[in-house]
């Protein structure tokens, strides 16, 4: 069963945390991920509560961005999780009162169906005495996230999960591994109020890559990469070029280049699109440039009361308990 409520102060057993996350990182189209938290410490991503157990699995959703969730979906992602739990567990589990705060815009860019995912498995595994390793558990993560967007990929789940910027590892054991970062960075996230499905922001992506741009994208994930380590500031903020996905979706986006320019005029590092959009990130070497970039695009979304905009630091810690 699944309900909707304006009730945020009922009583809990347990409440669970995942952040926001961008994913690709502009550079690593598919293969890059960041979670990040507000310098406000605003929970800028999505709670659950575990209420207690009763008879039937139930769902009240609470939160800023319940009206943008179908009223009668049987298939929430909250509840597909504890489904897909039980059937990886293979034995009946306790039904469960659940209470999800949505607390991100859905289609932004900002990793909103993944978070829902994250925290829903991260708290079922929690709950029942963590019978899955934390690789089975971002796998079931990564699977139930295709689900959603049409393809498997990590981008998203596994810096909401496991916090931090992570490069995804394909054909490893390991999954991903944690990227450095400047600890002065600040990214400002500013999502305009506009829905754009992750689905559909992949169907105008070029199906096959020529050698030479096979190449340069390699190369340049491979500059920023090293970039990282090395701490070159320079080169790693230089080596963020979106060489598959912006061309594409610029269409889809048409006023980057537009606030790209006036950002970097005022001195901004890079203006990108946060995971498919329509959330862009603006990244800064400061707290003074990224309440500047902020401000500038506060203005500029302020006419849409979906809009938000958030200046973010890494978040470290990823999923947790509160």
């Known amino acids: 069963m699944q309900h909707y409520s304006e009730v945020t102060t ?7 945390y995942a952040p926001a996350s961008t994913g690709n990182f502009s550079v690593g189209f598919d293969l890059l991920g960041a979670a990040f938290e507000p310098l406000n410490a605003e929970l800028f991503g999505d709670v ?7 008879a039937e699995l139930s769902l009240d959703i609470v939160g800023r961005y319940v009206h943008q969730l179908p009223r009668n979906s049987a298939d929430n992602l909250v509840l597909s999780c504890y489904y897909a739990f ?30 829902s995912i994250v925290v829903a498995l991260y708290a079922f595994n929690d709950y029942f005495g963590q019978p ?10 990564a699977q139930a996230e295709g689900g959603v967007s ?8 596994a810096p909401s999960y496991l916090g931090g910027l992570q490069l995804m590892l394909p054909q490893s054991s ?3 591994r944690s990227l450095p970062w400047f600890e002065h960075w600040r990214v400002v996230l500013s999502y305009p109020g506009t829905v754009l499905s992750t689905k559909a922001a992949r169907a105008v992506l070029p199906k096959q890559l020529g050698l030479a741009h096979g190449i340069a994208f390699a190369g340049m994930l491979s500059r920023f990469v090293s970039a990282m380590y090395a701490k070159d500031e320079a080169d790693a903020a230089a080596a963020l070029q979106d060489l598959i996905a912006e061309p594409a979706r610029t269409v889809l986006l048409p006023e980057l280049p537009t606030l790209r320019a006036a950002l970097a005029e005022q001195g901004i590092l890079h203006l990108g699109i946060s ?3 329509p959330t862009l990130f603006a990244l800064c070497r400061s707290d003074a440039e990224a309440q500047l970039a902020a401000d500038y695009l506060s203005r500029h979304y302020e006419k849409n009361q979906d809009a938000i905009t958030q200046i973010c630091r890494l978040s470290l810690a990823g999923a947790r308990a509160l």
């Open 132 to 141: 899955l390793s934390q690789t089975e558990l971002l796998q079931l993560m």
């Open 174 to 176: 390991t999954i991903c």
């Open 86 to 115: 039980e059937q990886k567990l293979g034995r009946t589990l306790p039904r469960l009162a659940l209470r999800l705060h949505k607390n991100l815009p859905v289609g932004s860019g900002l990793g909103s169906s993944a978070c």
């Open 150 to 157: 049409g393809s498997v990929h990590y981008d998203n789940v």
């Open 48 to 54: 659950l509560d575990i209420l207690g157990e009763q």
């Open 275 to 277: 995971g498919a959009g």
């Open 10 to 16: 009922l009583d809990y057993l347990k409440r669970y």
